[in-house]
């Protein structure tokens, strides 16, 4: 793989895969079909996003700070949609994702001058931009965007092979995404897997540091 390729979403899933016990045994080597085909899906996702940029970004200089709070607050959600999206596609989109960090902070700020009189509706509006930079940080590890797509290439039954095998950074990231239920869930099927993988002499050394973390988390 060339030294500056940038996978998308689906072909990073594919990757993880590969070779990887976790994900079945004996492990399966990489299908050149299905690479090509998730890569030329990831394509198509950046291309739709581009599309959708400059169409938001034409809509944003139209509606200007002055619009209908409506529209003001469902052009704000589809902006942070995209900054979303951005993370799962195969190109480096950091002025992208600072043209809309820009709106949307824009969009924030008008909307906290309207709500200063508010105090009720000022402490919600804070909250809510906290929690917003607590996601945008998330989204750092490509893991967190993964998993929130809800079109995303991790299906059911690839959620704890994924979790198993990802750096410590996305792994301790996509920890906020579960609560203690699903997080206990998933130490129990955690534990069962890694039990057959060792029976059949599989090295479950890193997978193991995952799954201790795992069910500390579910205490």
Not at 118 to 147: I, K, M, N, W
Request: hydrophobic share 45%; net charge negative; charged share 30%.
């Amino acid at each position: 793989m060339e030294s500056n390729h940038i996978p998308g979403r689906r072909e990073r899933q594919l990757l993880r895969g590969q070779d990887n016990p976790l994900f079945g045994w004996p492990p399966a080597p990489l299908d050149p079909a299905a690479l090509e085909a998730a890569r030329a899906a990831d394509r198509a996702a950046l291309a739709r996003f581009r599309e959708r940029f400059a169409h938001q970004l034409e809509r944003a200089a139209k509606l200007g700070e002055h619009g209908d709070g409506t529209e003001v607050m469902a052009l704000k959600e589809t902006l942070e949609q995209l900054y979303e999206e951005s993370f799962g596609l195969p190109a480096a989109l950091e002025r992208e994702r600072e043209a809309l960090a820009g709106l949307i902070e824009t969009i924030a700020r008008s909307l906290s001058r309207a709500t200063r009189d508010d105090p009720e509706a000022s402490a919600a509006l804070a909250e809510f931009e906290r929690a917003r930079a607590t996601h945008f940080a998330l989204l750092r590890q490509p893991l967190v965007g993964d998993l929130l797509d809800p079109e995303g290439p991790i299906g059911p039954t690839e959620l704890l092979p994924t979790l198993l095998s990802v750096p410590a950074e996305e792994f301790d990231a996509a920890l906020a995404l579960f609560d203690e239920l699903q997080r206990r869930t998933l130490a129990r099927d955690g534990e069962a897997l890694l039990a057959r993988l060792e029976a059949a002499g599989v090295d479950c050394v890193e997978p193991r540091r995952r799954l201790a973390a795992l069910a500390g988390a579910a205490r």
